[in-house]
């Protein structure tokens, strides 16, 4: 028997959830008020607006894709919108745990690809819901680049 479409939105919703909880999970080190002070970057607001916005927007596109299909008939835009959630969880604990904004800038790169291989995935199954995908894509590379001058600015920092 077929689960009712808004069924499977809980899951997806649950996941999503999940993924933002283990991007919040990591403690703001103490270099980070130095880095702040001295470079242009995004607020703690900004920061979780845009990820809330993220992680929800491309949760509702994949299930947008996946309510009138079975996940098997959908493996590689699940296996994207996977991807998308596991990359997006692993910025904090790059940045703040391993302290790390390289590493940081490198999953942000990833974390954009990885939408965009979602966003044309779901296209093909639902093109609204890899139209949704556009602005997330576009969010992950603007934070690529804040994430690239962070790091300049931290390098700068460590060095002096």
Not at 36 to 41: F, I, L, V
Not at 105 to 133: C, E, P, S, T
Request: some cysteine; overall charge negative.
């Amino acid at each position: 028997m077929d689960t009712p479409k808004y069924e499977k939105l809980f899951p997806v919703l649950l996941f999503s959830i999940g993924a933002f909880g283990l991007n919040n999970l990591f403690q703001i080190p103490d270099w980070y008020d130095e880095v702040q002070a001295n470079a242009w970057t995004f607020t703690f607001q900004q920061v979780d607006i845009a990820e809330i916005v993220l992680y929800l927007t491309s949760s509702f596109a994949f299930w947008l894709v996946w309510k009138n299909r079975s996940l098997h008939e959908i493996f590689w835009p699940a296996f994207a919108y996977v991807g998308v959630m596991l990359f997006s969880s692993s910025w904090s604990l790059l940045f703040f745990g391993l302290q790390s904004p390289l590493a940081a800038f490198i999953d942000m790169i990833v974390v954009a690809l990885a939408i965009g291989i979602a966003g044309l995935q779901f296209y093909r199954h639902h093109k609204a819901a890899g139209w949704l995908m556009a602005p997330c894509f576009v969010g992950a590379v603007a934070f690529a680049f804040n994430n690239y001058h962070i790091y300049q600015v931290y390098t700068q920092i460590m060095s002096a």
